[in-house]
């Protein structure tokens, strides 16, 4: 694992001031993008097209977050915009091998995620296919929630399942994450850390995105 990687959501930021919001995070890794659709979690926020305009807007990486029923049909179109990584739930996906293809050959990385009931142990076999594997740390749904003390073994055993299959595999930490607790998902081998409320909630939120990473590095 390289350096931590710090990935504000803008969920938590004003959405008529997207490309403000977004400046606001230079030199974050990846933006992250929640993409809710009422139906996979009781909450709508944005699509395609938003993401589209976003995409032009801003130089930092975007990191797609679907939470959202039929990944298989609606995740491509993601990577195929120029998203930097596409993830769906595991719970919502037919057929999540072959969504993690096309995601791949659109251009993108493929990320799998867990909601916190969700058996990281009944999805090991998957894990070749992906290049990210996001741990939800709340139930998806909304921002500024609390961080799931009991994921700290799931991030543990998801870096293990990573460094004994030299995977490469980047472990993502979403959910309740601030300068706190990012330093438990950090010590049990985290590697990229999305940030909602603590990034956005802040008066600086730069600064915040500077203070989480060396927080992460501790
Ligand atoms: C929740 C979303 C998160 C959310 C995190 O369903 O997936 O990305 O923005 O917000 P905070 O960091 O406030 O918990
Ligand atoms: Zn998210």
């Known amino acids: 694992t390289g350096a931590p990687m710090i990935a504000p959501s803008i969920l938590s930021a004003d959405f008529a001031r997207l490309a403000d919001e977004a400046a606001a995070v230079a030199g974050s890794d990846w933006l992250h993008v929640d993409v809710m659709d009422n139906h996979f979690v009781p909450n709508l926020t944005l699509g395609v097209p938003v993401v589209q305009s976003l995409i032009k807007a801003t ?13 298989d049909r609606w995740a491509p179109p993601y990577a195929e915009l120029g998203a ?13 091998r072959q969504t993690a293809r096309a995601i791949k050959s659109a251009g993108a990385l493929a990320g799998l995620a867990l909601k916190p009931d969700t058996s990281l142990a009944d999805h090991l076999d998957l894990l070749t296919e992906f290049d990210t594997l996001l741990v939800m740390t709340v139930e998806p749904g909304f921002g500024g929630q609390a961080f799931i003390d009991a994921m700290v073994d799931k991030i543990a055993a998801a870096r293990r399942a990573v460094d004994s299959g030299h995977l490469r595999l980047l472990v993502e930490v979403d959910g309740g994450v601030n300068a706190e607790t990012i330093e438990r998902a950090a010590a049990a081998g985290a590697d990229c850390f999305v940030a909602g409320s603590a990034v956005y909630g802040a008066d600086d939120p730069a600064d915040a995105v500077r203070r989480l990473r060396e927080s992460a590095r501790r």
């Open 59 to 71: 130089d930092i990486p975007l990191d797609c977050h679907l939470m959202i029923d039929d990944p």
């Open 84 to 96: 930097r990584n596409v993830t769906f739930h595991v719970e919502a996906a037919a057929d999540p």
